[in-house]
């Protein structure tokens, strides 16, 4: 993936730290992972010929419990993504105050062109790579982009299989019928409304009425995108792989999602809606914007042209840490990563747990519990933001930080 994103982590850790008056010893064990499993596997492919793939699982930290992240499919996948995404895992589980730290895993390929069943060996195959450092009580991953319920429904089943014992907690996402949870599959999106919310709240004004532009329209972005719709806000910009749609009156999401055509929206036509493109999106004069994409979306060439009065982290680091300081000099507000899309693995933590009991909740105590424990985690951030004068990045960061310094003091491993 292209820019330096571990650079872009470790710019607000340190920062972090020092706000915290953290010496480096006490935090220098967050600047490196605690294991890197890497490794290549050959695919059959449907026509006979064999292909080499490429593997990771980067465990950040189990300070705070077991790690606990997803899984990547995508061509550009590589060890410094897969090091950076497990590093903001940690932190993220940390702020949402749950009981995980952070892991990442990726394989380097472009799903789109294996066939289902192409792409079901390669994730059994991958399964084989790791198995000897996942388990419910050791590192559980879960979707992330290019990979789905589905998916995850095949690793339960190859690494039930290596393990001879069925175990669902193994992952999170699943399918419901698989010790899936109600809810987790609109969770990341449904913690973008309830983040951007508790903002709004904060500022004293109401999301009804608010334009919004949303940058990717996949798990992320799309429910986002609805859900600030059925808010009464005015979603006027959505972008997709190829492009993104505009419409000045706000564009009917509960109808664009109807279509069934989320991945690729050229064809989509109706009443005041311009096709525009993916970099005119980022510039749409809005008061919210959820960038919702990949990381590195906004960065010091483009950051000039941003024009939101908020924004709000859908993906992973779509913002890099040059961009991020003129965003903080503009006076734009940024609720980070590490919080905004934690909805996700919030109810990941819901599903584990349930799988654990083997007793399965309704939606509406899972949505309602994700409510509670992110407004918490938004509380906190916010906060320690304001007391320190901070932007709420570092403010997240210091929270994190703090949790997971608490927890190596306890067990022994810092002063
Ligand atoms: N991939 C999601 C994230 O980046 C979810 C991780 C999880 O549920 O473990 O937060």
Redesign the pocket.
């Known amino acids: 993936m292209a820019g330096n994103t571990y650079a872009n982590m470790l710019a607000a850790l340190d920062n972090a730290a020092a706000k915290l008056g953290l010496r480096e010893e006490e935090y220098s064990f967050l600047r490196t992972p605690e294991r890197e499993v890497k490794g290549s596997f050959p695919v059959k492919m449907d026509d006979g010929h064999t292909e080499i793939f490429e593997g990771y699982r980067i465990q950040h930290s189990s300070m705070r419990g077991p790690c ?3 899984i990547r499919f995508h061509p550009e996948t590589d060890e410094d993504e897969v090091k950076s ?1 497990a590093a ?2 940690s932190f ?1 589980c940390a702020v949402a105050n749950i009981p995980y730290g952070g892991g990442k895993g990726g394989v380097t390929v472009d799903p789109a062109k294996l066939s289902k069943a192409e792409l079901e060996r390669l994730t059994r195959a991958y399964v084989k790579l790791i198995t000897p450092v996942i388990g419910p009580k050791q590192d ?5 982009v290019n990979t789905n319920a589905q998916i995850m429904g095949w690793i339960v089943d190859e690494y039930s299989k290596l393990t001879g014992e069925f175990t669902p907690a193994v992952v ?2 699943k399918p419901l019928s698989l010790g899936g949870s109600l809810g987790r599959p609109a969770a ?1 999106g449904r913690g973008i409304l309830f983040t951007a919310r508790e903002m709004y709240k904060r500022l004293g004004k109401s999301l009804k009425g608010a334009t919004v532009a949303v940058q990717g329209f996949g798990n992320v972005g799309s429910v986002a995108a609805q859900l600030l719709y059925r808010e009464g806000c005015k979603v006027v910009g959505i972008s997709y792989a190829f492009g993104a749609l505009y419409c000045e009156d706000g564009l009917n999401i509960d109808e664009i999602i109807s279509t069934g055509y989320q991945a690729d929206l050229t064809g989509y036509n109706a009443e005041g809606v311009k096709h525009i493109t993916n970099e005119e999106l980022l510039t749409l004069s809005v008061d919210i914007l959820v960038p919702a994409a990949l990381e590195n979306a906004i960065t010091e060439k483009n950051v000039d042209t941003i024009n939101a009065g908020l924004i709000v982290e859908g993906a ?1 680091g779509p913002i890099n840490a040059a961009a991020d300081a003129v965003l903080q000099e503009k006076g734009i507000t940024v609720v980070p990563d590490i919080l905004a ?2 909805g ?2 919030i109810v ?1 933590y819901f599903e584990w747990v349930q799988d654990l009991q083997c007793y399965f909740w309704s939606e509406e105590e899972v949505n309602s519990k994700l409510e509670r424990q992110i407004s918490e985690a938004f509380a906190a951030v916010y906060n320690t933001a304001k007391e320190n004068n901070v932007p709420m990045r570092i403010g997240a960061y210091m929270v994190a930080v703090a949790r997971i310094v608490e927890a190596a003091k306890l067990r022994g491993y810092v002063g």
């Open positions: 606990k992240g997803g995404l903001w895992m993220k559980i991953p879960a979707p992330d999170t996402g990341t992973n899309n934690s996700g693995v990941s």
